[in-house]
């Protein structure tokens, strides 16, 4: 069933002022602070031709397009301990903040990538979380003790997902049974802390779905991140019960029965839906020929402009997420708030941000 929001301003304020979403005299659906109205009114009698002269229609669009471009997110996908982000973390969280996004999850790949990520939660509390596990890439690293490693780590409230874990037969980095080997303790590990899994699966749909369907009846909820399978492969992960993470990967599908095209059919429901950059990778090339002129015309100028300042295809930004919230949106035909609203609620009900 699909998730309709614009009744719910009222409450929902409150609700995001209560989770440090919000400052509790901030527009909900732009996130811009709002001025008392009785000071505001008092401002505006006092000199109005003053005011109207002082504002040239440009500025004005230029406000308007500024309070229709900004939005409340959630990247749930950000692999901020990569070594792209050593000089200057600081001001890649900063544009994030000031972009809308107002979480993130650190991405742990490796034993030693989730306490780095982990570590990271300290540094902007209530800004970063973390996940923890064992990318399948890296599963010929797992030995005996990571299991307890992963655990510990996962016992930390910062720590809200256990992952990135699953399966990768495209480039198989790691022995195909030893990814399936090391997934599936992930999985049980995931049972065991009760924490949401963060699965990763490139070309291994049939064993994926074998596996978590071993653990099918006490299996925590769980997200398929950076989603580019097909349309059959979609519709099985949803009756699982799984939620879909989408990426700028958008900018270059043009399968006839890829993401585009399971957007385009609204096969996913936006209570299933969840947004990430998967930084530094995934950048959302919104110039390329393969991108529709409708969705293009969808983009904003503030969304397009922390996407060509400051991301590059060697180093995507969380920064980026608005522009990839509005290409899915376009590709929906849906309101770009209603989408960004939803997969912020989304993200807030899965992995319980504080």
Request: charged share 25%; proline share 5%; glycine share 6%.
């Amino acid at each position: 069933m699909l998730l309709s929001f614009r009744p719910l301003r009222s409450s929902f304020t409150s609700w995001t002022v209560g989770l440090g979403l919000l400052p509790c005299c901030v527009n909900i659906w732009t996130g811009h602070p709002q001025k008392d109205r009785m000071a505001d009114s008092k401002e505006k009698s006092d000199n109005p031709e003053k005011v109207a002269d002082g504002m040239s229609a440009l500025k004005i669009k230029q406000i308007e397009d500024e309070v229709a471009s900004s939005y409340l997110l959630v990247d749930i996908g950000a692999n901020l301990t990569n070594s792209k982000y050593s000089r200057d973390l600081d001001s890649v969280v900063e544009r994030a903040k000031d972009a809308g996004v107002k979480k993130i999850m650190v991405t742990g790949a490796s034993v030693q990538c989730s306490k780095e990520a982990l570590r990271l939660t300290r540094l902007y509390p209530g800004m970063l979380y973390s996940s923890a596990g064992i990318h399948p890439h890296d599963a010929k690293t797992w030995t005996d003790d990571c299991y307890d490693v992963i655990k510990e780590l996962a016992s930390n409230p910062e720590c809200v997902a256990i992952g990135e874990c699953g399966l990768d037969f495209n480039r198989n980095f790691s022995p195909q049974d030893v990814q399936m080997e090391v997934f599936e303790k992930q999985v049980q590990l995931a049972c065991e802390v009760g924490k949401p899994l963060f699965l990763h699966e490139r070309d291994a749909h049939d064993d994926m779905v074998r596996i978590l369907g071993k653990f099918k009846d006490r299996m925590p909820p769980a997200v398929l991140h950076c989603f580019t399978g097909t349309t059959a492969q979609a519709l099985k992960y949803l009756e699982m019960g799984l939620y879909i993470g989408l990426t700028g990967f958008l900018w270059k599908d043009k399968s006839d029965d890829g993401v585009r095209s399971i957007l385009e059919k609204g096969l996913i429901p936006l209570d299933r839906l969840l947004i990430e950059t998967d930084a530094p990778f995934m950048y959302p090339n919104v110039r390329g020929s393969k991108i529709p002129a409708n969705i293009k015309q969808a983009l904003s100028d503030r969304s397009l402009s922390f996407l060509n300042r400051y991301c590059t295809f060697q180093r995507n930004e969380p920064c980026s997420l608005p522009v990839i919230v509005e290409m899915i949106a376009a590709y929906m035909k849906r309101p770009v708030e209603e989408v960004a609203m939803a997969t912020t609620i989304n993200a807030i009900k899965l992995f319980g941000f504080s």
